[in-house]
């Protein structure tokens, strides 16, 4: 049976672009595979806890040495692993903060990271091996090329060298960008390139599930 895992990241609830893209991914996904299971989890209301040299010692110590710190840090990294290894396809949003990915959407990766066990080498095809793999972005500005701003875009860069070592090679980007022009005046002119974008992201994403 078909099994999505579904991350959202936004903090903007109702208002945020990326997660009504998403949203538009999933009920495609859904009429298409109206037996299959969709697993979701948003880091914006139930933040994974940033890793710490408990979590990364724990690794390192043999189960029955752990400290009770440590043997919760592990439970907690083997949840959200457990949920991507279950999955036949993961999809998740990424909206651009300051020219990065929320602080919540790095804590989630860097649980998943882990050196002989998610990572893909020449014995292990990875946590990402195999499976589907579809990101949706959003920016409040235009990075692309030609653009004032080319070159600040740090959350594609970012995001396709993590998936690339958790395995992933069937791998898609959806992004929407100048979201923030239909907020602020000054980016009102813009307008035409939000919608556009927007549609466009749609477009995408139920091409990307008919895939």
């Not at 692993?81 to 804590?107: C, H, Q, R, W």
């Not at 992933?168 to 390139?193: C, R, Y």
Request: aromatic fraction near 8%; hydrophobic fraction near 40%; proline fraction near 6%.
């Amino acid at each position: 049976m078909a099994h999505l895992l579904h991350i959202e990241s936004s903090f903007a609830g109702d208002n945020s672009v990326s997660r009504t893209v998403a949203r538009e991914y999933v009920a495609e996904w859904q009429a298409r595979s109206p037996d299959g299971t969709v697993t979701y989890r948003d880091l914006a209301s139930q933040p994974p806890a940033h890793l710490d040299w408990t979590a990364v010692s724990a690794g390192m110590t043999p189960e029955d040495q752990r400290t009770s710190e440590q043997a919760d840090a592990v439970k907690a990294r083997g949840t959200y692993i457990g949920e991507v290894a279950a999955a036949d396809e993961v999809l998740f949003t990424a909206p651009m903060y300051n020219f990065s990915i929320p602080s919540t959407l790095k804590s989630w990766i860097d649980q998943l990271m882990v050196p002989g066990l998610t990572i893909a080498d020449a014995t292990n095809p990875g946590l990402l091996g195999g499976k589907k793999v579809t990101i949706v972005t959003s920016q409040g500005g235009s990075y692309g090329p030609g653009t004032p701003k080319d070159g600040w875009d740090h959350v594609t860069p970012y995001l396709t060298h993590v998936v690339e070592a958790l395995g992933a090679e069937d791998v898609e980007f959806v992004n929407v960008h100048m979201t923030l022009s239909t907020i602020n005046p000054a980016l009102a002119e813009f307008q035409p390139l939000f919608h556009s974008s927007r549609a466009a992201a749609t477009d995408a994403v139920k091409a990307r599930v008919r895939a």
